[in-house]
């Protein structure tokens, strides 16, 4: 039994998204739900930007871009939770 934590449907379409962002430089499946998007895959700022707008169309929602903050990217399940409008707790 693998003491990975479980990955829901939606933080696996961020994580393919990110993994397409960054170009092949690391596969979706070894980003982690609890990676920090901007500091462990190396997300440029030209990324994030392709990375929220990729986020719009596949959720087909609009991100609140005046409260958005670094701070949403602190993981992929923080930020998954964010886009769902649902909080998140993190260990």
Known sequence: MSNAPQVTEAEARIR??????????????????HADI??????DS???VQLLLGIEDE?????????????HL???RFFTAEVLGQPVYEQ
């Open 16 to 33: 393919t998204m990110l993994a397409e962002v960054l170009v092949g430089r690391i596969p979706a499946e070894l980003i982690t739900v």
């Open 38 to 43: 901007v500091q462990e895959p190396g997300l």
């Open 46 to 48: 030209l990324q994030a």
């Open 59 to 71: 959720f087909d929602l609009e991100l609140d871009y005046e409260t958005l903050s670094l701070d």
């Open 74 to 76: 602190r993981s992929v």
